[in-house]
């Protein structure tokens, strides 16, 4: 029942999430609260991370068997991994802007609309990968060990992520046209293919074809 519950809070968690950040629904609250759109990216992130916190609570208090666990030298591997994901991440956040990331650049200039201003960019990382740092998300997950819990939450992640990242894509479609097109078409969305990715050089003409 506990894992039910788990995965039950996974799935309300996704569709508040995606419907949250979908264009139609911000469109929406920008249209009848429009003093409340500088605050949203902010807000939106705020709630991603607190409506955590029950499915954590949830996920702690279940007791259960391991199902694995990493020992040897699959646990140095394991943990390796984890840690170049850790470091990937601190060192990919340069590549993004991350005032418009976290919300507070809106909040800042006070924007009204609800048009999306972060422009294309492919960063080292995005070369190799669409969505790097969802893809640095499911290393963190996967190389931990692993009960009945942990494992619901890590298919219900890998699930989100595969279904949230189709759905954003719609999203940067609409905003980069051909140009994003172009390159979903080059690059692999969340496991990197050594036969596909971009050079540096690609990476710019793509770049120079996309609307500003």
């Known amino acids: ?15 508040i ?6 264009f139609a629904f911000k469109d929406w609250v920008a249209r009848r609260w429009p003093s409340a759109m500088p605050a949203y990216r902010l807000g939106f992130n705020i709630f991603a991370v607190v409506a955590l916190l029950p499915i954590a609570w949830l996920v702690h208090g279940a007791e259960s068997e391991w199902l694995w666990r990493w020992t040897g030298a699959w ?3 394991a943990n390796g991994l984890a840690l170049a994901a850790l470091a990937s991440f601190w060192f990919s956040s340069n590549t993004y802007d991350m005032g418009e990331f976290l919300g507070l650049k809106p909040l800042r200039e006070k924007r009204t609309d609800a048009a999306e201003h972060d422009g ?38 890998t699930l989100y992520f595969i279904i949230g990242s189709r759905l954003e894509e719609n999203k940067l479609i ?7 097109r172009r390159y979903r078409k080059r690059v692999p969305g969340l496991v990197p293919l050594p036969w596909k990715r971009l050079s540096e050089k690609q990476a710019s003409e793509l770049l120079r074809d996309a609307p500003r």
């Open 17 to 22: 999430h995606s419907l949250l950040a979908s």
């Open 120 to 157: 294309f960019r492919i960063s080292p990382l995005h070369r190799h990968v669409r969505h790097p740092w969802y893809s640095l998300t499911l290393v963190l997950i996967w190389t931990r060990d692993m009960n009945g819990p942990l494992l619901v939450s890590a298919i219900a992640i």
């Open 174 to 180: 609409a905003m980069h046209g051909n140009a994003y």
């Open 75 to 77: 646990a140095w591997l």
């Open 1 to 15: 029942m506990n894992l039910l519950w788990i995965a039950l809070g996974w799935l309300l968690y996704g569709a």
